[in-house]
C-alpha cells in the first residue's frame, strides 16, 4: 500500500484518488476551498487543506510516497499560471524536500498545448516542444521542474502531458451538435483514462524522470467528429466554419487566437507500449454515455 497526497484534486484527482484508494492505496486529497473538501471528502478520501501558492500552509501536507501535482490555475491567465503551475509546484516539492523521508515518485500533469504548431502532423515524447504562448511556455517550464527540481531533492519526477479532457461534466455537447464546429483536429482523453494513466504509470513503476503523453488512440477530425455525434444524438448536422472564417471574428481573443493557428496529432504510442489499456479508446467509446443521456431528454448543455 502506499501512501497518495494528490494536490490540487479537482477534476481528474478525484477520480484518480477513487482509482487508487479501490485499488487499496492510503488516498489524501488536497484542497484549499471548503467546496473543493467536500468533493474530496464525498470520493471517499482523506482531506487536508493545504494551498500551493502558500509555503507556510504545506507543512500540514502528510508524508508520502506519491505525490501527484494536478493542481489548475482555473482557467484565469498567465500571471496566476505560473503562481500554481511554476511557483506552487516548486513549494511542494522543498516543502517535501526538506523531510527526513522524502516521496519516492512525483507526477505533475502538463498538457499537450506545449508542442505548439505542427501543421497537423504527429507529435509524440521525442517531439521538440515549442509552446506559442505565455501559459503555454510556462506549462513547459514546469515540466523542467516536475523533473530536474524534484531529482535534486532525491524524487522522480513523471510528467504526464494531457490531451483535452472531457468526460462527465464536460462533454461540451452543445458545442459540437449545434455549432458552429471550426475545422481542425480533437486530441482528447476521458478522465477516467487520464486517471488511469496516472495510477498505471505509479503502480507498475513506469516512467521515472519520463514524459509521457496521454492521448487517446485517435486524433479526431472536428467535422468529421461532429457529424458522427450529431447523427448518433439523433440531430442534423452542425454547421462548420473554416479557420480562417473563425479568425475573421473581431471577438476572437489573443488566446485564441493562438489555439486557433496551431495543430496537431498526438500519438500515444509510449503509453500503450508500457502497457495501458484504455477504458475509452477512442471518442467513439467515450461519449456513449453523453449521447445516452441527451437521447433520454437530458438538455445538450447539462450533459
Known amino acids: 500500500m502506499a501512501r497518495v497526497v494528490i494536490v490540487g484534486c479537482g477534476y481528474v484527482g478525484l477520480e484518480l484518488g477513487r482509482q487508487l484508494r479501490a485499488a487499496g492505496h492510503a488516498v489524501t486529497g488536497v484542497r484549499r476551498s471548503d467546496a473543493g473538501l467536500d468533493a474530496v471528502a464525498a470520493a471517499g478520501l482523506d482531506t487536508q487543506r493545504a494551498d500551493a501558492t502558500d509555503p507556510d500552509s504545506l507543512a500540514a501536507l502528510p508524508d508520502a510516497d ?9 482557467g484565469r491567465g498567465a500571471e496566476a499560471a505560473r503562481e500554481v503551475y511554476v511557483e506552487g509546484l516548486r513549494n511542494v516539492i522543498d516543502a517535501y524536500a526538506a523531510r527526513d523521508a522524502t516521496p519516492d515518485r512525483l507526477v505533475y500533469t502538463s ?8 501543421d497537423g ?9 515549442d509552446p506559442t504562448t505565455e501559459k503555454t511556455a510556462i506549462l513547459a517550464e514546469a515540466e523542467r521542474i516536475a523533473r530536474e527540481d524534484a531529482a535534486a531533492a532525491g524524487i522522480d519526477g513523471t510528467v504526464a502531458r494531457f490531451a483535452g479532457l472531457y ?8 458545442r459540437y451538435i449545434e455549432g458552429p464546429v471550426t475545422e481542425g483536429y480533437l486530441n482528447m ?3 477516467d483514462d487520464a486517471a488511469g494513466a496516472i495510477a498505471f504509470l505509479l503502480e507498475s513503476e513506469l516512467a521515472r524522470d519520463s514524459v509521457v503523453l496521454v492521448a487517446d488512440d485517435e486524433p479526431a477530425d472536428k467535422w468529421t467528429f461532429a457529424d458522427w455525434l450529431a447523427a448518433e444524438c439523433g440531430v442534423e448536422a452542425p454547421s462548420k466554419r473554416t ?9 476572437l481573443s489573443e488566446a485564441a487566437t493562438r489555439r486557433l493557428q496551431t495543430s496537431k496529432r498526438c500519438d500515444n504510442s509510449r503509453l500503450r507500449d508500457l502497457g495501458y489499456e484504455f477504458a475509452y479508446p477512442t471518442f467513439r467509446e467515450g461519449y456513449r454515455a453523453a449521447i445516452d443521456a441527451y437521447r433520454d431528454g437530458t438538455p445538450a448543455s447539462d450533459v
Do not use: C, K, M, Q
Request: cysteine-free.
Open 167 to 174: 468526460g462527465p461534466n464536460r462533454y461540451r455537447l452543445d
Open 66 to 74: 506519491w505525490v501527484v501535482f494536478a493542481a489548475s490555475s482555473g
Open 189 to 191: 482523453v476521458h478522465r
Open 111 to 118: 498538457s499537450t498545448g506545449v508542442y505548439g504548431d505542427h
Open 243 to 251: 479557420i480562417e472564417a473563425r479568425l475573421a471574428d473581431s471577438d
Open 121 to 129: 502532423a504527429f507529435v509524440d515524447e521525442e517531439t521538440p516542444i
